[in-house]
């Protein structure tokens, strides 16, 4: 169960810069340069994992694929913006996120494919059986710095 008011301390959020510069950081070298044990680095970071709060993940750079697409989608829906339609935008294959948003868009939603094709997929069949969206608007990624993605099966 998550527990949704977990609060950070100092030695929380130090574990999560050096995890941050390092996912594969062992615990105990990040336990020996905060001064601490590293059972309590273990159990302080299975905590936030646990709680949704940390995601350890490797994470590639979209743009180093040459055929590979990423893009950001803005989406009007013909109802209000709810956690039930971003949780089933969510499950397309190649969204790497769905985000609630002010301004001119509902949602935009992050989508990283292999290719073209699968990119037409996405948006034109799975994106338009999920129902309730009014209108999209796609802005393909020519060029990024500091840009990176998952890489989904």
Not at 13 to 37: H, P, T
Not at 105 to 126: G, I, M, T
Request: proline share 1%; aromatic share 6%.
């Amino acid at each position: 169960m998550k527990d949704k008011t977990l609060v950070l301390d100092d030695i929380d959020r130090k574990i999560i810069e050096e995890l941050q510069d390092n996912g594969r950081e062992s615990y105990k070298n990040i336990a020996r340069k905060l001064g601490v044990s590293d059972g309590t680095v273990r159990l302080r970071t299975e905590r936030m994992v646990k709680n949704d709060y940390l995601r350890i993940s490797a994470s590639v750079n979209p743009l180093y694929f040459e055929n590979s697409l990423i893009a950001m989608v803005g989406i009007n829906l013909e109802g209000r913006a709810n956690r039930e339609i971003m949780e089933k935008i969510a499950t397309v294959s190649g969204v790497q996120s769905v985000i609630n948003v002010s301004g001119r868009y509902d949602l935009l939603v992050e989508v990283f494919v292999p290719s073209r094709n699968a990119f037409r997929q996405c948006l034109v069949d799975d994106l338009s059986n999920i129902g309730g969206i009014k209108s999209t608007e796609t802005f393909m990624f020519l060029d990024a710095v500091g840009k990176w993605a998952e890489h989904k099966k």
